[in-house]
């Protein structure tokens, strides 16, 4: 059974930072397509950021973090990454871990993805 589990959500003031994590169980994540979306208040889920498996490939940003947000991976803890830094209150939202277990296509989808986490709360005040 495959499980996606995030942490690292926070209360940050603008300009703050924070790294959200999500520890995968039940499949080994080196080879497939891995990323983040977040849902704000009252709006629908929103990609911000999706990475290729095995390095193939630079990630996929929204143009709305592109410069601030850094995803990566550790693959020997099966382990994703999302570094946000400079967070504004219009990146306050639910964050989740999203996996495909293939190669990434219409990364900005939310129906391309077989496994979510549960997410995890970012709230950044002005």
């Known amino acids: 059974q495959v499980q996606l589990v995030e942490s690292g959500g926070g209360s940050v003031p603008a300009g703050g930072s924070l790294t959200l994590s999500c520890v995968v169980s039940?499949?080994?994540?080196?080879?497939?397509?891995m990323g983040w979306f977040r849902q704000p208040p009252g709006r629908e889920r929103e990609a911000v950021a999706v990475?290729?498996?095995?390095?193939?490939?630079?990630?996929n940003y929204a143009d709305s973090v592109k410069g601030r947000f850094t995803i990566s991976r550790d693959n020997a803890k099966n382990t994703l990454y999302l570094e946000m830094t400079n967070l504004q209150p219009d990146d306050t939202a639910m964050y989740y871990c999203?996996?495909?277990?293939?190669?990434?296509?219409?990364?900005?989808?939310?129906?391309?993805?077989?496994?979510w986490g549960q997410g995890t709360q970012v709230t950044v005040s002005s």
């Open positions: 990475g290729r498996g095995a390095n193939a490939g630079t990630p």
């Open positions: 039940g499949t080994i994540i080196e080879y497939y397509c």
């Open positions: 999203v996996l495909r277990t293939d190669r990434c296509v219409q990364w900005s989808s939310t129906y391309v993805y077989d496994y």
